[in-house]
């Protein structure tokens, strides 16, 4: 099965760094050129069948960068480039194909990296033949370079680094190709390595139960899983952040001179912006992930969100979840890091599971009020908790009734760090219609 090891890369000296800088911008360089050329063969043909993007000379291309990067690492980065085109053509045939509801928002072709005067998003792809890895007290990951890079720098031989992190397969099969970028958001360089390891390579085998999740606008994601748990990952703090900057940016926009629409610090901004999101999607995707698997889930259920906003979101809500959550992108990444622990994620209609009544099954007399669900039935719970137990309830057909208090997270910028008395038992409440049998209230706390 296929796993992956994630760790940080340190280079030895300034030189080192400024090295592997140039590396991964010449990386960068190569698979904008190869997808400019590809883009334009895509939009010639009007996007008709995607055939034209195969005619693009990236032989030239290898030719050009393969005395900076190595032949090896070239063909990679194309290759990548290659993959990236095909899935986008696979996704497109999907959205065009009435009868799969998997994928929901009109796909675009494959993105470009930055530019040199803006700053380029610095990453690059190593064959797993042109790297070698060594753990122990002083573990170090050594990589092939082109000559022209060599001598730019009177250096010989492989360049070495030193790697710190917690790898979690160590004892793998085979080695996939190395990933590797620098992480802005904490200025460190960081490195993936997919492996191969032995199907009882982990202690604890997967079980079968299920979990759904709702996103949120204010609580990013509510979790409701068979075994009775549940998790909530709140978001106000990380949306504040969010609309502070896109205000000053909005500033920012409103004294140009006329005629200009962007500058360095605007630019600046929307890269800082986009990371600090990327970076808590990511630490949710592992830390959820990771309590799932202890959990026993082999399958997690999420929503797609085009049927809930074409019918009842308001405005406000609509913008959160389009520009600060980037659906599409979360969803990829939690899938990505789902392959890691053979959690399998699907995508399904959650229509009206936020308005769904759990008690009586009313969506007309619902009414939500913040974080709170209330029906004339007597019923009150939290909102998106009570959702994401409906949605999973939909997907298994048969009641699903959680047995502990939600576990409450809040983001710090670094982690996702459970709230202290997110397991408080709340007041007792006076009308017991409003709480589940066994005297578990709906959805927990709000």
């Not at 370079?145 to 730019?152: F, N, T, Y």
């Not at 800082?272 to 830390?287: F, G, S, V």
């Not at 983001?411 to 397991?423: G, N």
Request: proline residues 3%; aromatic residues 10%.
């Amino acid at each position: 099965m296929k796993r992956t090891n994630t760790f940080a890369v340190r280079p030895l000296s300034n030189e080192g760094e400024r090295l592997l800088r140039d590396l991964l911008d010449a990386s960068a360089a190569l698979w904008n050129e190869t997808n400019y050329e590809r883009l334009m063969r895509y939009n010639d043909e009007d996007g008709f069948d995607g055939e034209g993007v195969w005619d693009a000379d990236t032989g030239q291309l290898e030719g050009r960068y393969k005395s900076v990067l190595g032949a090896s690492t070239a063909q990679q980065v194309i290759r990548k480039n290659s993959e990236a085109w095909r899935g986008f053509f696979e996704t497109k045939k999907q959205y065009h194909d009435t009868s799969n509801t998997s994928v929901t928002e009109h796909p675009e072709p494959p993105g470009f990296r930055g530019n040199k005067d803006e700053g380029r998003q610095l990453k690059t792809v190593i064959r797993n033949t042109s790297y070698t890895i060594e753990w122990g007290d002083r573990s170090r990951l050594e990589i092939l370079v082109g000559s022209e890079l060599k001598d730019r720098y009177d250096h010989t031989g492989r360049l070495r680094f030193e790697i710190a992190g917690d790898p979690n397969w160590l004892d793998y099969e085979k080695q996939g190709r190395l990933d590797l970028w620098y992480d802005e958001t904490d200025s460190t360089f960081r490195a993936s390595q997919p492996v191969t390891v032995s199907d009882d390579a982990r202690d604890t085998p997967l079980a079968d139960e299920k979990a759904a999740l709702d996103i949120g606008a204010n609580n990013l994601v509510a979790c409701t899983t068979t075994t009775g748990e549940q998790y909530l990952y709140e978001g106000r703090t990380l949306f504040q952040r969010f609309r502070d900057t896109t205000r000053h940016i909005a500033e920012l926009q409103s004294k140009l001179e006329d005629g200009r629409y962007s500058s360095e610090r605007i630019r600046q901004l929307y890269c800082k912006r986009t990371r600090r999101r990327d970076h808590a999607q990511e630490a949710l995707c592992r830390d959820l992930l990771e309590r799932l698997y202890e959990d026993g889930v082999d399958t997690v259920y999420i929503g797609g969100l085009t049927d809930v906003l074409d019918t009842h979101w308001s405005v406000e809500t609509n913008a959160k979840t389009h520009n600060f959550w980037a659906f599409k992108k979360f969803t990829e990444r939690l899938t990505c890091t789902a392959e890691e622990y053979s959690i399998s994620v699907t995508v399904r209609s959650e229509a009206w599971t936020s308005q769904e009544c759990p008690q009586c099954g009313s969506t007309d007399r619902t009414t939500r009020h913040q974080e709170t669900l209330s029906c004339p039935c007597g019923f009150e719970g939290h909102a998106d908790l009570t959702a994401s137990e409906t949605f999973l309830e939909r997907q298994l057909e048969q009641a699903v009734r959680p047995m502990a208090r939600p576990v409450r997270f809040e983001w710090d910028d670094h982690e996702w760090s459970e709230l202290p008395r997110s397991h408080r038992p709340k007041e007792q409440r006076t009308d017991s219609s409003t709480v589940h049998c066994d005297g578990n209230v709906a959805s927990g706390d709000s």
